[in-house]
Structures are given as C-alpha cells and as structure tokens.
C-alpha cells in the first residue's frame, strides 16, 4: 500500500474520532455498495432500502445545495440535498420524496431531518441514495470508514475463477488442466449482509498467483486520476480495465508454466468475513 493510502486512512480515522457520525437512517438494509459496479461506472456513494422514514444528516453543518426532482434538468437522483460539514466533508442524499427537504443555508444537527426517503429519479422503490466526498482529499469515501459499525452477518462468495486466451474461456472454479502461455485472469464474486440480502461488493478482493499478490483492491474511496474514477486502494486503470459487468474482475495476466500453479482468492466484508478459495492449475506443453 502506497503512502498516499496510508495517509488518508489516517486522516479518516482521525476525522471520524473527533466528529460524531450517524446512519442517515434508523432501518436500512444496502442494496449497493459503496464501489460497486453498476456495469458501466462505479457507484460512488451507498443506495439504502427500508422504507419511507425520516432522512437525517450524518454529522452536523450546514445545507448547501437543494435540488427539486422537477427541476428542469433531470436527475438520477431525484430530489437531492447537500450538507457541508467540518474538516472539508460534505454529505449528499438523493431519491428524497418531494417537498420534504429543507432550505439551502439551514444549519442542521444530527437530530435535524433533511427529508423523507422516496423513490425520485430513477428509484423505483423507496430508497436512500447517500455519499461522502472529502473535498480537500478530492476523493469519495466509503461510508463504512466513518459511521458507526453495522452488524454484517453473511459472507462474501466467489463465484467463478476463469482464464482467457486469445481464442478460450476455460472455467478454473475446480482446477484445470491449461496448455501453457500467458491468460488473462477473471475473478467474479459477490456479498450479502443478510444471507436473503441484496447483492452488493465485497470490501476487498485479493488475488494471490504462487504465493505472489496479482490484484489487491480495498474500496476505501474513489478518487479521479487523469479524469478517470478509480477505486482505492487498487490497480491504477479506468473502470472498463478493471470491470466485466457487475461483479466480475479482470485480475490482469498470468502466465501459465508447465507444471503446477496455484491462483488464491480471497474476498472479505467490512466486518471480517472472508471466504477463501484455491484452485491448482496444471500447465501442458
């Protein structure tokens, strides 16, 4: 993990120590996660279920932006509202049901409601859009960083571990025999925090060649880098590099020796739970 990382986990830490942080709702369950892909981009915030009720500010400060779900240009947000906080932070909640929200300049505090959860935009249930942005960081940050800890009680699962060739797809999920060469390796999994949860991403997906790291990503934040949002901790290349669909990994390339190798991956929740799988590849001239 490079230096930057490190800093800015510092400096989460210390932000979430010395500001008090809330769930922007009392009942939820997530149906995406934070970095999760949505097939074609990242989802930079959570999108949480449970119902109509009472949307509150995560810490205190000041609402700065208000956007109606009629305004003329539409929004896959819907209704939205923008709260600034201290230390550079600001809050966004979108889907609010209409008319429920407050006026921009409104000083709020935790106990303050900024709205009821709706199904404006492109919800089509009632449903909480939130982010967090670090503005001095430049970067979005996994909420999971910041407020208080959430019972997870289910863990992630891989699904499938497949090589590609130039010409092949060749499912590894029991081992295989492969002829040897170079492949690109794709990992697809998925995570639940309840056993009949929505599907959403794990925390952090680890891919392990021969004992070597081959991928290691940890969804932290998302952070733009020559215009492009990348997920980090993790390999710097755009979204259609690292994605194929909504929970498949392109790993990158492997060579494939004569002789045995052996692919782990390892996928973890925020909570610590983990699955592990190893598979034994056997190179044929």
Known sequence: MNRAVIVFGLLVAAAASSMAWQWPVETFSPSVSFGQS???AYSRGMELIGGVQPVYPVTAGTVIYVRGSHDAAPSQLGTT????????????YGHLEEGTTPEPGTVVTEATQIGLVGETGTAGRPTLFFSILDTEAGAYVNPLLLLPAVEDLAAPTVISILAQSETSLY????????SAGEYLLLVECEDRWVRAGELVTPYSVVVLVDGQEH????????????GYPRVEPGPPVPYDDLHIGERGY????FTVPIGRTLIEVVVSDF?????SVVIEVIGIP
């Open 38 to 40: 949505s097939g074609d």
């Open 250 to 253: 392109v790993t990158g390339r």
């Open 215 to 226: 991928l290691v990503i940890t969804h932290d934040r998302i952070g733009f880098s020559d």
């Open 171 to 178: 499912d590894l999920s029991a081992g295989s025999d492969l």
């Open 81 to 92: 509202v923008v709260v600034e906080h201290d230390r550079g932070f600001r809050s966004f």
């Open 271 to 275: 909570s610590g739970n983990d699955a």
